[in-house]
Every structure is written in C-alpha cells, then in structure tokens.
C-alpha cells in the first residue's frame, strides 16, 4: 500500500528558483530517502536522512525532516533545467514504499 | 559504483504470450532484489521480494502465479509475465541491496523495463 503523500504532485518552476517538494508518511520510521527518476527511467538515489536527524544538505539538496509531524522536505535551490525530473520519497529499510511523488519542470 | 542491470529496456509482446524481464547486479552479490511496478504518471509500487535460493514474497493483490519471480544465483532474478494482457503493460523497476557496500546497506535500481502487450 502507498506510503506516503507528497505534494505538489506537479511543480512548474523558472530556472534559479527554488523548487520545494513535500512528502509525508504513516508510520514510524528508521529512516526517509529521497530519490529522482528522468521520464522513462530508472530511480537515482539522492540522499538519506535518518530519524534522529532533522535537516541534511547535499549539494543544492536540503532534505528536512520531522518525526512528529511525520514529514519531510526537499528543496532544490537553484534549479536548472537538467532537474526536470520527478522526485519521490520513500521509507523502509529493504522494500521501500514511495511516495506519490512531484513532477517538478524546470523551464530555462 | 555497484550498478544493477535490467534487460530488455523495452519489449512488446502479443496478448497471451509470456515475457521475462532479467535485473542483474553487475559488481555486487544481491541475496534479495525487489520488483516494482510503475504505471505513467504513478508512483511505484513494490509488487514483490525475490530471495535467492528460496520463493519470492509477494504484496497483497499480486499474482504469484501471473508474475513469476525466479532468482537462481546471487546476481540475477529474473520477473516472467504469463499470459501477458494489454493491463500488464506497465514500466517494470528491480533494486538489489548491496550489503557489502559503502554504507552496508545501499539499494540500487536498474533503469526498468518497459512492456507493451498488444
């Protein structure tokens, strides 16, 4: 069963903003990843943050997250066009349950 | 890096003929690989585990017998579509744990496998 909610479910954005993508889960968990997937392909892991932690920065990446809340955030800053993508977060620690996803556009 | 590989990228098949979608791990022994399913626009959904040596579990609502789930050696599990039907014309996604890696625990993803049944 789906995980987790994320939002947008579509984000359309200039190059050099921001772009922020929200994603939030049922239950308890031991850690959140964040990944992206290009039209058509495979899924590229982008970063890992643990329960205990609450922000973690990677590059142009900041991931938060909130346990009590049980949610999460990306943000992109910067953009380029080369983000296009669509972004999903997802929880577990083997099978990995995803959320819905954010289709972001990123238009030069 | 540890790289996973599926094969075919692409396939069409006729309806009632069966098809089998390969995911290697290519640098790295992978007692457990997992299948998704992912429909255009849709977020993916894990349709099953593969254990080496031993059955696959599968989620509830998939068919066991429909998607059958083979992984004979620590590299290789391969997901055949039986009697395909145009609904199973999906994008197909495995990941692999690499134990051994960095981070003793890092799941990586082939680039998935489009099937078209006609």
């Known amino acids: 069963s789906q995980q987790g909610e994320e939002d947008p479910q579509a984000l359309s954005i200039q190059e050099g903003e921001n772009a922020t993508m929200n994603c939030s889960y049922k239950?308890?968990?031991?850690?959140l990843q964040w990944y992206r997937q290009n039209s058509g392909r495979g899924l590229v892991h982008l970063i890992l943050i643990r329960s205990n932690e609450r922000e973690k920065h990677s590059g142009r990446l900041r991931v938060t997250l909130d346990t009590s809340k049980k949610s999460s955030s990306l943000l992109i800053t910067a953009s380029r066009a080369a983000d296009t993508a669509s972004y999903f977060c997802a929880t577990g620690f083997q099978k990995l349950v995803f959320g819905t996803g954010t289709r972001l556009l990123v238009s030069p | 890096g540890a790289v996973v590989s599926q094969h075919p990228s692409w396939v069409i098949c006729k309806s009632g003929t069966s098809v089998k979608i390969e995911c290697r791990s290519l640098?790295?022994?992978?007692?457990?690989m997992f299948w998704y399913r992912q429909f255009p626009k849709q977020s993916l959904m894990l349709m099953a585990t593969?254990?080496?040596?031993?059955?696959?579990?599968?989620e509830q609502g998939v068919e066991k017998d429909k998607f059958l789930i083979n992984h004979a050696s620590l590299t290789l599990s391969t997901l055949t579509v039986t009697s395909a039907h145009p609904e199973d014309s999906s994008f197909y996604i495995c990941s692999a744990r690499d134990r051994g890696g960095v981070s003793g625990n890092t799941i990586y993803f082939g680039e998935g496998s489009w099937l078209t049944v006609v």
């Open positions: 239950t308890s968990i031991n850690n």
């Open positions: 640098d790295f022994q992978a007692t457990t």
């Open positions: 593969s254990n080496e040596g031993s059955k696959a579990t599968y």
